[in-house]
């Protein structure tokens, strides 16, 4: 009898009420765990959506950067190449890549023998127009374009402003054609936009443009960055200004 008695205290189990706690605890634990992975999750897309953003700035300001300081160029003096436009969304300059001294080559043409050896049979568009545009055709103009017509070179670009600082220290919006051979440097400024919303961030910020104005946010879910950068026109210097 007492054996019998020891057998079923050795085969008794769990109580209800201890498998009910065992549960809850289980529950709580997976909750936390969830909630800790959707947090790092978001973070985790949030930095990416930032790091795009600002890789594309940077590229994008490195290009403009880097050509915006042939502007002019002219080392033949044929008078085929200077700054055609100046306003505060569109810069279009021509600059003699291939050292011709002829009028701005159309695309698909390549420089000639009597170009730098490194850019001899190159195709130059020696005409730079930098500018938004739609080149993807979804109503918005988001793209930043280098040429007329041309493809996008940096997507996601919601904003740009161009200042120009004039030979006298002045700073304009929009350049008089009687004074584009004045202009000594460009303000650029661009706001890029992340590709797409984060539902959890409302953008209330507001960004300085360059001309001393500014965009806003605008209460949306865009995350956004800007970048800000003054571009010395070392080949506009040599001109002699008529001001």
């Known amino acids: ?57 940077r590229a994008a300001m490195e290009m403009m950067s880097s050509e915006f300081k042939m502007a002019a160029y002219d080392l ?9 436009t100046a306003t505060n969304t569109m810069f279009h300059f021509d600059a003699d890549l291939c050292e011709d001294g002829e009028e701005p080559n159309a695309p698909g043409v390549a420089c000639g023998p009597e170009s730098p050896p490194l850019y001899i049979g190159e195709d130059f568009i020696e005409s730079y ?23 996008a070179v940096a997507e996601n ?16 919006l929009d350049v008089p054609g009687g004074q584009l051979a004045n202009v000594r440097a460009v303000q650029v400024t661009i706001l890029a ?25 605008g209460g949306d879910n865009f995350r956004r960055r800007l970048l800000s950068k003054t571009i010395e026109l070392r080949n506009m210097a040599m001109t002699s200004p008529g001001i």
Do not use: H
């Open 76 to 84: 033949k003096n044929s008078d085929e190449y200077n700054i055609v």
């Open 157 to 172: 670009i919601e904003e740009i402003d161009f200042v120009y600082i004039l030979a006298n220290g002045n700073r304009v």
């Open 129 to 151: 127009q930098y500018q938004l545009a739609d080149t993807d055709g979804d109503g918005l103009a988001m793209e930043l374009q280098r040429t007329a017509g041309g493809p």
């Open 193 to 217: 936009r992340a590709e797409n919303p984060d539902f959890n961030y409302t953008n209330n910020e507001f960004y300085d443009r360059g001309s001393g104005l500014q965009w806003q946010g």
């Open 1 to 57: 009898m007492i054996n019998k008695r020891k057998n079923r205290c050795n085969q008794a189990g769990f109580t209800l009420v201890e498998l009910m706690v065992t549960v809850v605890l289980a529950f709580i634990v997976t909750a936390a765990f969830v909630a800790s992975s959707v947090v790092q999750q978001r973070a985790q897309t949030a930095q990416s959506q930032v790091t795009v953003m600002q890789q594309n700035l």
